[in-house]
């Protein structure tokens, strides 16, 4: 089946640095990749759609300029967390569209813990 | 607007017994729809989908069922097991491939 891995799987941070989280598939090309945020106990929400070559679309309220992203490749898509605060704490998980048979389906990766102190 | 709710947030079953998780959509032009499983500190796994062009669909041990008329979506596990504890989110796809993703059911199951 499709994988999708990310990198890392959980980092902690100083509030004010940044954090660059890694999203791959790793056997199929994806032109269109999805970063989501999931709170503790809640729903995924998407934040951004990652097209390849070109510029991300963003969900309405989320800031472009915190929530960096660059779908360099077919597969590789980079979300970077710019000046990180404790209320950016929560669990990033991407996910990577796959065609095939006609039709597209996502494939999430295991997710990133992301933690601000 | 759009939007994916549940019925129910927490389901508790007997091992071996037939779980039940319901969703209520109210996009009348949703048209494809997808299950998916969440254990805990993972990403979503797929387990099933369906077209509005279908009012069943069956995979190994689970079943999901559309009704368009009342905008109701469920998905049946047959014979639920431990490991199918989980949270499992109901979505529908809400243009250029994006997820719209409900709030979630946690199932527990209980030996």
């Known amino acids: 089946g499709a994988v999708v891995s990310q990198h890392p799987s959980r980092v902690i941070c100083k509030s004010g640095t940044s954090v660059k989280i890694e999203c791959r598939s790793l056997?199929?090309?994806?032109?269109?990749m999805f970063w989501y945020r999931q709170f503790p106990k809640q729903s995924l929400m998407l934040m951004a759609t990652?097209?390849?070559?070109?510029?991300?679309?963003?969900e309405q309220g989320v800031e472009k300029d915190k929530f960096l992203i660059n779908h360099a490749s077919l597969t590789l898509s980079t979300l970077t967390v710019t000046s990180a605060h404790p209320e950016d704490s929560s669990f990033y998980i991407c996910?990577?569209?796959?065609?095939?048979?006609?039709?597209?389906?996502?494939?999430f990766g295991p997710g990133t813990r992301l933690l601000v102190l | 607007g759009e939007s994916v709710g549940l019925h129910l947030p927490t389901l508790s079953v007997q091992e071996g017994d037939n779980s039940i998780i319901n969703c209520a959509y109210s996009n009348s032009a949703s048209d494809y729809f997808i299950w998916y499983k969440q254990e805990s500190g993972k990403g979503p796994q797929f387990i099933i989908d369906i077209r509005s062009n279908m009012d069943k669909r069956q995979g190994q041990r689970v079943t999901v069922l559309l009704n368009k008329t009342v905008k109701h979506l469920s998905l049946q596990i047959a014979a639920t097991q431990p490991g199918d504890s989980a949270v499992y989110f109901c979505t529908f796809s809400g243009g250029y491939n994006k997820l719209i993703f409900g709030a979630g059911t946690r199932l527990a199951v209980h030996p």
């Open positions: 996910s990577a569209t796959r065609t095939g048979r006609g039709q597209e389906t996502q494939y």
């Open positions: 056997d199929f090309q994806a032109t269109t």
């Open positions: 990652s097209n390849e070559g070109s510029k991300a679309t963003y």
